[in-house]
């Protein structure tokens, strides 16, 4: 059975290679982007089953992010969880309009985190 690859959408270097580390011990393939032109790159490149997300990017928030991803065929209803250090900008984009599956704050709990992916993953339509 072909692992699940994860985009993994984070600024931070050493909190990407962390996430990064988790998901592939979770079983997972980490696809590593440090802003949004690198993860749409990746989303042409390869076909990830789930996006990991930080709501804070240098180059475009995350909600648009999401937005412009959800555009493109056959991405429409990736899931996708957001994390940030901020549980008010969490707050926020889940009343922006953006359909959001799930969203965790900063520092996260590898387990909690691979519990999320493995639930959306086994529910997921995409």
Do not use: W
């Not at 985009?7 to 050493?14: F, Q, R, T, W, Y």
Request: charged letters at 20%; a negative charge.
């Amino acid at each position: 059975m072909q692992k699940a690859a994860i985009l993994i959408v984070e600024d931070d270097p050493v909190l990407l290679n962390i996430l990064c580390k988790i998901v592939e011990n979770g079983g997972y393939v980490p696809l590593p982007a440090r802003n949004a032109v690198t993860a749409l790159d990746a989303l042409r490149q390869a076909s990830p089953s789930l996006i990991l997300e930080d709501i804070s990017l240098p180059d475009l928030n995350g909600v648009d992010l999401v937005a412009c991803i959800r555009r493109i065929p056959g991405y429409e209803a990736i899931p996708v969880i957001f994390l940030s250090a901020s549980s008010e900008r969490i707050a926020a984009a889940r009343f922006s309009g953006e359909s959001l599956n799930e969203y965790m704050t900063k520092p996260l709990k590898p387990a909690q985190l691979l519990i999320a992916i493995s639930t959306m993953l086994a529910t997921s339509t995409h």
